[in-house]
């Protein structure tokens, strides 16, 4: 079922095309850009707003939510790089994702690879010096230590595949539904609420908090960003970095699923 | 003249009536669009709650004087999107050279090309708004006078002239530059999310461009601080009852910009 085919190497020339290609629609990179800034500094702003006259709410103080947004905001950022859902849904409907199905590549692992390369041009050329430069000229908090630093990076990177995962599976639902509007908006709404990429869950009424605990949204941005800020820390991050690892199995085997029972089930809009 | 706009008026609403019939083909797409936006403003206004569970107030605002704020932009936001949502692909039709079809038809091209959609889908964002200000206004146990109701129209129009006159202008760049799409997604998303919150929050500078520059404060922040009774440092609460006059000097400024653009479109020649 799942077919790497042993080639490597031709995944990684994906991911080193849509490097050159991102490379060449740079226009689209700065738009990115300004827009995820546009959004830092609000959201900065409402945090610094809610935090006057108090010095630590639930226990955790205005600079913390700070880096907090901050480191959240980078992710997004690089989250935002990769392939919209949109793509996705609009070659399903073009039918154009045949073209896709009968070459000798999985899809999937394809879109994931060249993803990669996107987001690694974004990232040196963008994201990498403006959030340095962020993050040294304000004094924010960072992992104390090259531990910390991995398994944030390690939290992080598993977030992101959660989040493809998540993703494509939905977009791959235009195969049956070829109006996907309200769902849609659902399933964003769930990603950006309970993924915890604005508001940490710690400020979450307790039952809501339960609630986010138990789905697969966590994973994505709150658990990377409350490791890297020290909210989450010692014991409490192998736990943690366990449920992310079990829900990107789950993810992953759900898209496998849908990708399977896809691939029989085309319809092409008019054919 | 009288008589070639009323002409106007009369193909403006033909057309229209065509673009209703046109989207109400796709009832199953229309009807999801509906529910699509619904649940996109509901979603934005549970982030609120959750924003201020722990919190309480944001500056002084509690939760439903946020929702109101909230719901004020959403109402004449979903005013000026039935006649100018469209407006942003305007850059398409430069590109494919289709707009030629706008300057040789008997109507005025901006008439013509403002009939090219009449968005009912807006109902979804209407009816939220609707449906949010009326919780608020009997949350926070309101009792306008006539006075109020006045301004609250005149906030409701002259917010739907300012945020079209923005799609106006907007579009206007595409004569320009032909981008127009990207560079409304750029500055509307933001922009828009930025006026939901209070604009005291933030900083000087841009509390200036978003009253002088591009007026969205007088979209929801200013007619709030008047309706709900409360103050701002800068700006005086009677500020909010200039919302129609700003609304009405934006747009005759942003349609100028975009008639200056048709002009310029002429002699491209390609």
Same mark, same amino acid.
């Given at each position: 079922?799942?077919?790497?085919?042993?080639?490597?190497?031709?995944?990684?020339?994906?991911?080193?095309?849509?490097?050159?290609?991102?490379?060449?629609?740079?226009?689209?990179?700065?738009?990115? +850009?300004?827009?995820?800034?546009?959004?830092?500094?609000?959201?900065?702003?409402?945090?610094?707003?809610?935090?006057?006259?108090?010095?630590? +709410?639930?226990? +955790?103080?205005?600079?913390?939510?700070?880096?907090?947004?901050?480191?959240?905001?980078?992710?997004?950022?690089?989250?935002?790089?990769?392939?919209?859902?949109?793509?996705?849904?609009?070659?399903?409907?073009?039918?154009?994702?045949?073209?896709?199905? %009968?070459?000798?590549?999985?899809?999937?692992?394809?879109?994931?690879?060249?993803?990669?390369?996107? %987001?690694?041009?974004?990232?040196?050329?963008?994201?990498?010096?403006?959030?340095?430069?962020?993050?040294?000229?304000?004094?924010? +908090?960072?992992?104390?230590?090259?531990?910390?630093?991995?398994?944030?990076?390690?939290?992080?990177?598993?977030?992101?595949?959660?989040?493809?995962?998540?993703?494509?599976?939905?977009?791959?639902?235009?195969?049956?539904?070829?109006?996907?509007?309200?769902?849609?908006?659902?399933?964003?709404?769930?990603?950006?609420?309970?993924?915890?990429?604005?508001?940490?869950?710690?400020?979450?009424?307790?039952?809501?908090?339960?609630?986010?605990?138990?789905?697969?949204?966590?994973?994505?941005?709150?658990?990377?960003?409350?490791?890297?800020?020290?909210?989450?820390?010692?014991?409490?991050?192998?736990?943690?970095?366990?449920?992310?690892?079990?829900?990107?199995?789950?993810?992953?085997?759900?898209?496998?699923?849908?990708?399977?029972?896809?691939?029989?089930?085309?319809?092409?809009?008019?054919? | 003249?009288?008589?070639?706009? #009323?002409?106007?008026?009369?193909?403006?609403?033909?057309?229209?009536?065509?673009?209703?019939?046109?989207?109400?083909?796709?009832?199953?797409?229309?009807?999801?669009?509906?529910?699509?936006?619904?649940?996109?403003?509901?979603?934005?206004?549970?982030?609120?709650?959750?924003?201020?569970?722990?919190?309480?107030?944001?500056?002084?605002?509690?939760?439903?004087?946020?929702?109101? #704020?909230?719901?004020?932009?959403?109402?004449?936001?979903?005013?000026? !999107?039935?006649?100018?949502?469209?407006?942003?692909? #305007?850059?398409?039709?430069?590109? &494919?050279?289709?707009?030629?079809?706008?300057?040789?038809?008997?109507?005025?091209?901006?008439?013509?090309?403002?009939?090219?959609?009449?968005?009912?889908?807006?109902?979804?964002?209407?009816?939220?708004?609707?449906?949010?200000?009326?919780?608020?206004?009997? &949350?926070?146990?309101?009792?306008?006078?006539?006075?109020?109701?006045?301004?609250?129209?005149?906030? #409701?129009?002259?917010?739907?002239? !300012?945020?079209?006159?923005?799609?106006?202008?907007?579009?206007?760049?595409?004569?320009?530059?032909?981008?127009?799409?990207?560079?409304?997604?750029?500055?509307?998303?933001?922009?828009?999310?930025?006026?939901?919150?209070?604009?005291?929050?933030?900083?000087?500078?841009?509390?200036?461009?978003?009253?002088? !520059?591009?007026?969205?404060?007088?979209?929801?922040?200013?007619?709030?601080?008047?309706?709900?009774? &409360?103050?701002?440092?800068?700006?005086?609460?009677?500020?909010?009852?200039?919302?129609?006059?700003?609304? !009405?000097?934006?747009?005759?400024?942003?349609?100028?910009?975009?008639?200056?653009?048709?002009?310029?479109?002429?002699?491209?020649?390609?």
């Amino acid at each position: 079922m799942i077919s790497l085919k042993g080639n490597l190497r031709m995944y990684l020339e994906f991911s080193r095309k849509s490097f050159q290609r991102a490379a060449a629609y740079r226009f689209e990179a700065w738009m990115r +850009v300004l827009s995820n800034v546009i959004f830092l500094f609000m959201w900065g702003f409402i945090w610094y707003g809610l935090y006057q006259g108090k010095e630590s +709410v639930s226990g +955790v103080t205005f600079q913390t939510v700070f880096s907090y947004i901050l480191i959240s905001q980078m992710l997004q950022g690089l989250h935002s790089a990769g392939t919209p859902l949109w793509d996705i849904q609009e070659k399903v409907r073009t039918g154009d994702i045949v073209s896709e199905m %009968i070459r000798p590549y999985d899809y999937p692992f394809r879109l994931l690879f060249a993803d990669f390369g996107s %987001i690694a041009f974004y990232f040196i050329t963008a994201i990498l010096p403006l959030y340095s430069v962020i993050f040294i000229l304000l004094k924010l +908090v960072i992992p104390a230590s090259p531990g910390q630093w991995l398994l944030f990076l390690f939290s992080a990177l598993l977030g992101y595949l959660i989040r493809y995962c998540l993703e494509l599976t939905f977009g791959l639902f235009t195969f049956w539904l070829v109006e996907t509007g309200g769902v849609e908006d659902i399933f964003y709404f769930a990603i950006s609420l309970f993924s915890g990429a604005m508001i940490p869950l710690w400020f979450f009424p307790g039952w809501l908090n339960t609630l986010a605990r138990f789905l697969p949204f966590q994973g994505i941005f709150f658990v990377p960003n409350s490791i890297f800020v020290g909210q989450l820390s010692g014991k409490e991050i192998l736990p943690a970095l366990g449920v992310q690892f079990l829900w990107l199995v789950i993810s992953f085997l759900i898209l496998r699923f849908v990708w399977s029972r896809a691939a029989n089930k085309i319809i092409v809009q008019g054919g | 003249m009288m008589q070639s706009f #009323l002409k106007a008026v009369h193909i403006y609403w033909y057309m229209v009536e065509a673009s209703i019939r046109a989207q109400m083909q796709y009832r199953y797409a229309f009807v999801m669009n509906i529910v699509g936006w619904m649940m996109h403003y509901t979603g934005m206004g549970i982030t609120i709650w959750v924003l201020l569970y722990s919190f309480q107030t944001l500056e002084g605002w509690v939760f439903w004087e946020l929702i109101f #704020l909230f719901a004020l932009s959403v109402l004449s936001w979903s005013i000026s !999107i039935i006649f100018f949502f469209h407006f942003r692909t #305007l850059d398409q039709y430069i590109v &494919k050279g289709t707009f030629d079809r706008f300057l040789v038809r008997p109507i005025h091209p901006f008439f013509h090309f403002m009939a090219m959609k009449f968005d009912i889908g807006a109902i979804g964002q209407l009816l939220f708004s609707i449906l949010a200000f009326i919780l608020a206004y009997s &949350k926070l146990s309101l009792h306008w006078s006539f006075w109020k109701w006045t301004v609250f129209s005149g906030a #409701l129009l002259g917010g739907a002239l !300012i945020q079209g006159g923005i799609m106006v202008l907007i579009s206007a760049i595409a004569f320009w530059t032909t981008r127009s799409e990207r560079v409304f997604w750029v500055i509307m998303f933001p922009l828009r999310n930025l006026i939901n919150y209070p604009l005291s929050i933030f900083p000087r500078a841009i509390q200036m461009v978003i009253t002088f !520059i591009l007026p969205f404060a007088f979209v929801n922040y200013l007619p709030s601080l008047l309706l709900l009774n &409360k103050t701002d440092s800068i700006f005086p609460p009677f500020w909010g009852s200039l919302s129609l006059l700003v609304g !009405i000097i934006f747009f005759w400024l942003s349609l100028q910009v975009w008639l200056k653009g048709v002009n310029k479109y002429n002699s491209t020649g390609s």
